[in-house]
């Protein structure tokens, strides 16, 4: 809301009376009606000049201005020209396109006339220099960037319109003018920083030169903070039959893992002449968000397939017996004890061993898939097969029943705590590796060729976790673990 300052004219004494005010339909009232103690005797008045300011400030500064001999010989030289009889308002030439329509009591008065401020105008020529001096920096920035790598080529020198322009922002505080063609003129400041690595931009644009002294003279200015931004980094941790460690950078306060848990062991079974073949249980996904402390070291465990000897829990193959898959974890305890199994944050289950027989005249190929590594839970294999683990608990194992219900023959060994369980002898599948290990399935029972498939092995995701998500048999081949941080 604007101030005005306010020019009175006594009707009484023919005597002139300045104030200032926000209101100033409110005031001329209270002057009218004796409502004001410095001006009561003196009424009525004319309302016969009045300024628009910006503020209270330049409100005091114009009233104080119209009681010295040059402010009266102002209103003298304005008002001659415009009091011709009646009632007039002018307009200050410091307010910016400002219609006015004020009922004062004594006539209905309409401001004729609308003009563009020079103090707006003179303005609105110094922010756009200072706007040209962010884009000559932007496009300097460009050519020269303080990155280490970029997509532009390098040039010695920028123009920027019609200025050239070649210092080297590419490190510590560079300066430079532009002098534009309206007259203006901006001074640009480029400081980089290293730590953190930001780019700072001040541009101070004139409606003059930038040397130049001058009441007139308008400042504007822009101040940009550009923050350097790290590209995401994706580290892949495949099979090698050992841990691996990852060492938190500095600045790293969260990640996200995503684990693949191993296939089991395939199967390729002959009888008479005719050969098939099937491949083992899928391994499963999990993946989540933590958060983590700078320099902390985690020990990444990647499964190997049936065909790797299981790395990581996978049960392993024995005379006849197809291995189950390992699982692929990341732990805070490196070991294979109780408590580095306790101090996994996200595992990857691993699937169960697949079989196969002869049936019939032993010309007939049966096959028995392992089961797929969890999900939350691991599926069981085929056949007699071995149960897969759950959250709690390991798969049970795979057997062969009589008619009484009673287990036979080369009973599956149940999964345990990371490890699968074993399959019977000839020919049981092996539990894949998991949170909780997939039992093994059956062996050949006497006088009977039916075997299982191992069972597959839980997934899990620490409770302390975000995001969380797991999938049932996603992946073939080895297991593996990626880590991504700054996404």
């Given amino acids: 809301m604007f101030y005005y300052t306010y020019i009175l004219k006594s009707l009484k004494d023919r005597k002139m009376y300045t104030g200032f005010t926000r ?60 009091l011709t009889g009646g009632f007039t308002l002018l307009m200050s030439l410091l307010v910016i396109s400002i219609i006015l329509s004020i009922g004062l009591g004594v006539s209905d008065v309409i401001i004729r006339e609308t003009k563009i401020s020079g103090l707006g105008r003179e303005s609105q020529v110094a922010f756009s220099a200072a706007d040209a001096g962010v ?55 480029v400081d980089k920083a290293s730590s953190p690595t930001q780019t700072i931009i001040e541009s101070r644009g004139y409606n003059t030169d930038c040397g130049a002294v001058s009441p007139f003279k308008v400042e504007r200015a822009i101040r940009l903070t550009l923050n350097k ?19 938190v950078p500095t600045g790293v306060n969260n990640i996200k893992i995503t684990a693949y848990g191993a296939e089991g062991r395939g ?48 049960a392993a193959n024995g005379t006849g017996n197809p291995s189950g898959g390992g699982a692929s974890d990341v732990r805070r305890i490196t070991g294979n004890n109780k408590s580095a199994l306790e101090s996994r944050i996200i595992v990857a289950g691993g699937g169960g061993g697949s079989t ?27 056949g007699y097969g071995g149960g ?13 029943q009589d008619g009484f219900g009673k287990c036979i023959g080369n009973i599956g060994y149940s999964g345990t705590f990371g490890l699968g369980g074993g399959g019977g002898i000839m020919g049981g599948g092996g539990g894949g590796g998991g949170y909780y290990g997939g039992g093994g399935g059956s062996g050949e029972a006497v006088g009977n060729w039916n075997r299982g498939g191992g069972g597959g092995g839980s997934s899990y995701i620490d409770g302390s976790a975000t995001d969380p998500s797991t999938q049932t048999g996603v992946n073939s081949g080895n297991g593996k673990v990626i880590i991504e941080y700054g996404y």
């Avoid at 005091?60 to 001659?80: A, Q």
């Avoid at 073949?277 to 993946?287: K, L, T």
């Fill in 267 to 314: 199967a390729l079974t002959t009888c008479s002449g005719n050969s098939k073949s099937i491949g083992g249980g899928f391994g499963g996904v999990a993946q989540a968000a933590f958060t983590v402390t700078p320099n902390e070291k985690l020990y990444v465990y990647v499964g190997g397939s049936g065909d790797n000897s299981s790395f990581n829990g996978g």
């Fill in 356 to 382: 196969g027989y002869c049936a019939g005249s032993d010309d007939i190929v049966i096959l028995r898939a392992g089961g797929a590594g969890g999900g939350l839970y691991g599926l069981s294999g085929e």
């Fill in 135 to 189: 884009e000559c920096a932007f496009f300097w920035e460009i050519k020269h960037p303080g990155l280490t790598q970029s997509a532009f080529n390098s040039a010695n020198s920028v123009s920027c319109a019609g200025n050239t322009v070649n210092n080297n922002f590419s490190t510590n505080i560079s300066n430079f003018t532009l002098n534009l063609g309206n007259s203006s003129c901006v001074s640009v400041k």
């Fill in 23 to 82: 209101n100033l339909k409110l005031r001329f009232e209270q002057h009218n009606q004796g409502l004001s103690q410095s001006t009561k005797s003196r009424k009525p008045f004319k309302l016969i000049y009045y300024e628009a300011c910006l503020d209270k400030k330049d409100a005091m500064k114009r009233e104080k201005y119209f009681k010295t001999h040059f402010g009266k010989m102002f209103l003298k030289n304005r008002l001659k020209s415009y």
């Fill in 388 to 400: 897969g683990a759950s959250q709690i608990s390991g798969g049970s194992g795979g057997c062969f």
């Fill in 229 to 247: 931004v790290q590209p995401p980094v994706t580290l892949t941790f495949n099979y090698t039959g050992d841990y691996q460690t990852f060492v």
